[in-house]
C-alpha cells in the first residue's frame, strides 16, 4: 500500500500542478454554464488515453527490452524527443502561472512584468541546476502536492458554502451566459485544455523505482481521483463565476476566491507559487534526463539544463501564459499520439488497434488545431 500511494503521489503532483488554477476561467470561457460537462469531457478523454499508456506499461515496455521491432522503436524514440519538447513548454506554463498569480496577488499583473519574473526564476533553477543540481530543490515536490491538496480542499468547502449561500439568498444561484464562440472555436478551445490533466503518463517512466503493477495501479487510481476532484472543483465554482462578468484570464481564480472565501485569496496565491515552482523544477529535472539519455550522454545534465532554461525563456517572451497552455496541449497531445502508435505495433487485437487508432486521430485534432481561450 505505501509503495502504491508513493507511486501515486508522482502523477498526482502532475494533474494538480497547474489545472486547478486555470480550468474555471478557461471552460467558462469556451463553453460558459456547460463548463462541468466539459471538464467531464476533457477527463474522459485522458483516461482512455491515460489506457493506451497503461497498455504501453504492460505491453509494449517489455518488447522495447527484448527485441522491439524497427517501427515501434521508432516512435518510442520519437515520443521521447515529444516528450521532451513537451516538458520544456510545461516548464514554462508552470512558471507564468507562477507569476500571474503572484503579481495579481499584489495587483502588479502585466504582460511585461509576468514574463520578467518568469525569467528571472527559470535563470535562477537553471543556475540550481547547472551549478548544484536540481536535486536540491527536489524536496519542494512533496511538499507542493499536500499544499496543492489542502488549498483545493479549502477552497471547494468556500465555494461550497458560497454556493449554499447563495441558494438560500432571494436571489438564488446566479448562472452567467456564454461568450458568442462558434461550435468550431468551442471544440478547439476545449481542445487545449488538455495538458490541465496531463501528468498520468508519469509512471511509465517510473520502471526503475515501482513494479509494473504498481505503476499501472497508480496511473489509474490517480485519474481516478483527479477526476473526482476536478469535476467537484468546476462545479461549486460555476456559481460564482458570474461575478467575473464576462473578462476571464490566467488568474481568474482569484477575483473568484476573494468574492467567496477572501481569507483564502493570500493561501491560494502562496500554494499557486510553491507548487508551480516545485512542479517546474520537477519538469526541468524530467526534461534535463530524457535529454542526457536520448544523447546518449553527450549532452550532460547541467548543459540540457541550460537548453531548457534557454527554451523556456523564448517561449515565455513569445506567448502569453493561457496562449503557452495550448501550446502544451498540443505538445502532450503529440506525444500521446505517438504512444498510441507504439501500442498500435505491439497490440494484437484488431479492435484493440481500431479503438487506439480512433483516439490517435483525436489526438491529431488537438495537436493541429487546439487554441487558447480568449
Partial sequence: ??????????????????????????????????????????????????????FNIRHAEPVLEDD??????????ASDLALIIAYVISVCLYLHILSAFVLGGM????????????????????????????????ILEEWGLWITLLIIALLLLGFAVYDWNAWHSPAGIVLFDSL??????????????????????????????????????????SQILSTAVYIAFVAVALPVVHTLNGHYNDNSLIALVRTAVPLLVAPLVIAAAL?????????????????EEATAGHLKIRWACALVGLGAVAISWSASTLEILALASRAFALYYLLQCIVAITVSRSSLQRTGIALLAAVLGFITIFAVPAG
Fill in 1 to 54: 500500500m505505501n509503495k502504491l500511494l508513493d507511486a501515486t503521489g508522482t502523477p498526482l503532483s502532475s494533474i494538480f500542478g497547474s489545472g486547478f488554477l486555470v480550468i474555471v476561467p478557461v471552460l467558462a470561457d469556451a463553453v460558459g454554464p456547460w463548463m462541468v460537462l466539459a471538464m467531464a469531457l476533457v477527463c474522459l478523454l485522458a483516461y482512455a488515453v491515460g489506457s493506451v499508456i497503461r
Fill in 68 to 77: 522491439p521491432g524497427e517501427a515501434t522503436l521508432s516512435f518510442e524514440r
Fill in 107 to 138: 495587483q502588479a499583473d502585466t504582460q511585461f512584468n509576468e514574463n520578467l519574473l518568469t525569467t528571472g526564476v527559470i535563470v535562477f533553477i537553471t543556475a540550481v541546476g547547472m551549478t548544484k543540481g536540481l536535486k536540491s530543490l527536489d
Fill in 180 to 221: 458568442p464562440h462558434t461550435p468550431w472555436e468551442v471544440v478547439t478551445i476545449v481542445a487545449g485544455t488538455l495538458i490541465v490533466v496531463q501528468g498520468f503518463e508519469t509512471p511509465r517512466y517510473l520502471g526503475d523505482i515501482f513494479d509494473t503493477s504498481t505503476r499501472v495501479r497508480a496511473s489509474r487510481w
Fill in 275 to 291: 507548487s508551480q515552482f516545485s512542479a517546474a523544477v520537477a519538469d526541468t529535472m524530467a526534461a534535463t534526463g530524457n535529454i
